[in-house]
Nanobody
Framework: VQLQASGGGMVQPGGSLKLSCAAS????????VNWFRQAPGKEREFVAG????????YYSDDVKGRFTVSRDHAKNTVFLQMNSLKPEDTAVYYC???????????????????WGQGTQVTVSS
């Protein structure tokens, strides 16, 4: 499956952005699809995810209550709605997919083998 992330940009603190991860080649149904981010000088970290068949969603503590992940099977796309953005949310955001990841590894970037190219999110006044 090929993934194409888009929707990044620059926004002021407190603002909102909606990222999209469009999949092609295969349907996303059987895949867990996550969003990760990487800030300069930091390791890639888990942000939010939607489990196989969209059965559940899960979030890092840093974004819980502010971000919402969803999937649209008709569009074969996963979205990340980001509200109340903070400067510390600044990073390159990546979507990633796997149909083999197990529940206990769902937040581990090493468990995902299909990756999009990343989209830059900058939160600054």
């Amino acid at each position: 499956v090929q993934l194409q992330a888009s929707g990044g940009g620059m926004v002021q603190p407190g603002g909102s952005l909606k990222l999209s991860c469009a999949a092609s080649g295969r349907t996303i149904g059987p895949y867990a699809v996550n969003w990760f981010r990487q800030a300069p000088g930091k390791e890639r970290e888990f942000v939010a995810g939607t489990w196989k068949r969209g059965s559940t969603t899960y979030y890092s503590d840093d974004v819980k209550g502010r971000f919402t992940v969803s999937r649209d099977h008709a569009k074969n796309t996963v979205f990340l709605q980001m509200n109340s953005l903070k400067p510390e949310d600044t990073a390159v955001y990546y979507c990633a997919a796997s149909d083999r990841v197990i529940t206990s590894e769902r937040s581990n970037p090493q468990a995902y083998y299909y990756w999009g190219q990343g989209t830059q999110v900058t939160v600054s006044s």
